[in-house]
């Protein structure tokens, strides 16, 4: 049960980052042998920093070539801001491989306090509360099947493992600080469009900046007011969108009660 514990909050960690940073990130076919391997196309944030595109002179001069100095001081606030931030959550669903995923995301900057749903047809659906006091997770039979996880723990229900001491160290992957890295760590000012759009997400009035191809390759959203990351938007064949929300703000994480937790041995 502790491999298996360990194995559960690093791939939870993982996918957290990954599926929000697919969501931001451009995984289009490139669309000429001139594609670069070291640049990247899409304004919103990428999962990592292999394989991406470079737009050809054909498509620069067929789509944006003008100043895009407003976009990228729009991207560059967004960044700082979500770099320096206490805390925040998010939510949305994003395809993988052709299969639609869900994430819910509450957590805080240094990844000591976090809690994470994540649920798919394939995969089935999981959920880690992580505290100073210990890591929780919560999931269906198919996610502790798929797992790996004994016979036992297969017949959870809706109770909540808890996750031996050395899986606390895993938690890190779980961090607010650690997703936003990721997210911007591969973000080009070259690829955006000079035109920064305008629209109302959720109330919020915000900046809509986009790469040169519009919103087929993506969209990061950022509150007028606060320079806040308030939604990012997948690209055309990597459909996919997370809510941003509570920025700073207390996220009432709590472990789960004494009942909720199946004793193990």
Same mark, same amino acid.
């Given at each position: 049960? /502790?491999?298996?514990?360990?194995? $559960?909050?690093?791939?939870?960690?993982?996918?957290? *980052?990954?599926?929000?940073?697919?969501?931001?990130?451009?995984?289009?076919?490139?669309?000429?042998?001139?594609?670069?391997?070291?640049?990247?196309?899409?304004?919103?944030?990428?999962?990592?920093?292999?394989?991406?595109?470079?737009?050809?002179?054909?498509?620069?001069?067929?789509?944006?070539?003008?100043?895009?100095? +407003?976009?990228?001081? *729009?991207?560059?606030?967004?960044?700082?801001?979500?770099?320096?931030? @206490?805390?925040?959550?998010?939510?949305?669903?994003? =395809?993988?491989?052709?299969? !639609?995923? /869900?994430?819910?995301? +509450?957590?805080?900057?240094?990844?000591?306090?976090?809690? $994470?749903?994540?649920?798919?047809? /394939?995969?089935?659906?999981?959920?880690? *509360?992580?505290?100073? =006091?210990?890591?929780? $997770?919560?999931?269906?039979?198919?996610?502790? @099947?798929?797992?790996?996880?004994?016979?036992? #723990?297969?017949?959870?229900?809706?109770?909540?493992?808890?996750?031996?001491?050395?899986?606390?160290?895993?938690?890190?992957?779980?961090?607010? +600080?650690?997703?936003?890295?990721?997210?911007?760590?591969?973000?080009?000012?070259?690829?955006?469009?000079? !035109? #920064?759009?305008?629209?109302?997400?959720?109330?919020?009035?915000?900046?809509?900046?986009?790469?040169?191809?519009?919103?087929?390759?993506?969209?990061?959203?950022?509150?007028?007011?606060?320079? =806040?990351?308030?939604?990012?938007?997948?690209?055309?064949?990597?459909?996919?969108?997370?809510?941003?929300?509570?920025?700073? !703000?207390?996220?009432? *994480?709590?472990?789960?009660?004494?009942?909720? $937790?199946?004793?193990?041995?």
């Amino acid at each position: 049960m /502790k491999t298996t514990s360990t194995r $559960i909050v690093a791939l939870a960690g993982a996918l957290a *980052i990954s599926f929000g940073a697919a969501a931001c990130g451009n995984s289009d076919p490139a669309p000429s042998p001139a594609a670069s391997q070291t640049t990247t196309s899409s304004p919103t944030p990428a999962a990592s920093t292999s394989t991406s595109e470079t737009p050809t002179p054909s498509d620069s001069a067929s789509s944006d070539a003008g100043d895009t100095s +407003k976009a990228a001081d *729009i991207v560059d606030q967004a960044k700082s801001n979500a770099l320096a931030a @206490k805390s925040a959550q998010f939510a949305g669903t994003v =395809e993988q491989s052709g299969e !639609e995923m /869900k994430i819910s995301y +509450k957590g805080t900057s240094d990844g000591k306090t976090a809690d $994470i749903a994540i649920e798919s047809s /394939k995969q089935g659906k999981a959920r880690i *509360i992580a505290l100073p =006091e210990g890591t929780f $997770i919560q999931a269906d039979a198919k996610f502790w @099947k798929n797992a790996g996880a004994p016979a036992s #723990v297969q017949k959870a229900g809706d109770k909540f493992i808890k996750a031996p001491s050395s899986a606390s160290s895993m938690t890190q992957s779980l961090s607010l +600080k650690s997703f936003a890295q990721k997210a911007f760590g591969s973000v080009s000012s070259s690829s955006f469009a000079s !035109e #920064v759009g305008e629209e109302s997400v959720n109330g919020v009035d915000c900046w809509v900046v986009t790469d040169k191809r519009g919103k087929d390759g993506g969209a990061l959203y950022v509150s007028k007011d606060k320079n =806040e990351v308030v939604r990012f938007t997948g690209t055309k064949t990597s459909p996919g969108q997370l809510d941003f929300s509570k920025w700073n !703000e207390d996220l009432a *994480i709590k472990a789960p009660a004494a009942s909720q $937790i199946m004793k193990l041995g």
